[in-house]
């Protein structure tokens, strides 16, 4: 219990968050039944007790949240999350990302470039958080291990060691992505 009591202390010092209710628990089935898989706890916790998130800097709007890359992919070092997040987004989402999200896998946040932050739901990388860089930038050669984003994330399979280029692991967990989550930006 003491994790998610970080995890809730983490999320109300960087995120207005909306206030979970009694209807949470409806949307959490759905979401379950899309992915195929139960949801790890600290996720349907947070789902339960938050509903939703929409990180917000203390002072400046030049600043944001971010969680640094393992290692710079398409010029990127870190990614900023500054969207709002909600378990009726996920599901939305769930129905609408089909070949554009590894199968099983539940969207956390949707950079502005269009790339993505998603869990992974498939069998031995269970709530897994990963990042998917989108394919204008596998210009740069960076990522040439298939042909298009559709095929790298149909190949998606962390348990079996695949996992295309255009993935990186972020953290093992929602509760370590949270807690991995820096303020960055002009002091």
Same mark, same amino acid.
Request: charged content about 30%; glycine content about 8%; proline content about 6%.
């Given at each position: ?67 640094? %890359?393992?290692? $710079? &992919? ?7 999350? *500054?969207? =709002?997040?909600?378990?009726?987004? @996920? !599901? ?7 070949? %554009?999200?590894? $199968? &099983? ?7 502005? *470039?269009? =790339?993505?932050?998603?869990?992974? @739901? !498939? ?20 990522? *040439? ?43």
């Amino acid at each position: 219990m003491d994790k998610l009591n970080d995890m809730w202390n983490k999320l109300s010092k960087i995120s207005e968050t909306s206030s979970g209710s009694t209807e949470q628990t409806k949307y959490i089935p759905k979401l379950e039944y899309l992915v195929e898989a139960p949801l790890p706890d600290d996720f349907k916790q947070f789902l339960l007790k938050v509903g939703g998130y929409k990180t917000v800097p203390p002072d400046s709007l030049d600043r944001c949240y971010v969680i640094k %890359l393992p290692k $710079p &992919k398409g010029g990127r070092k870190s990614i900023a999350l *500054d969207c =709002s997040l909600t378990i009726e987004g @996920m !599901i939305e989402s769930c129905d609408e990302w089909g070949s %554009l999200l590894p $199968p &099983k896998s539940i969207l956390i946040e949707a950079t502005g *470039d269009g =790339s993505n932050v998603f869990m992974s @739901m !498939i069998s031995g990388s269970i709530g897994e958080i990963y990042f998917m860089e989108r394919d204008h930038y596998m210009d740069s050669g960076e990522f *040439d291990d298939y042909e298009c984003e559709e095929d790298a994330c149909e190949a998606f399979d962390p348990k079996s060691g695949v996992v295309p280029n255009i993935f990186s692991k972020l953290a093992d967990s929602f509760y370590d992505l949270i807690m991995a989550l820096e303020l960055e930006g002009p002091e």
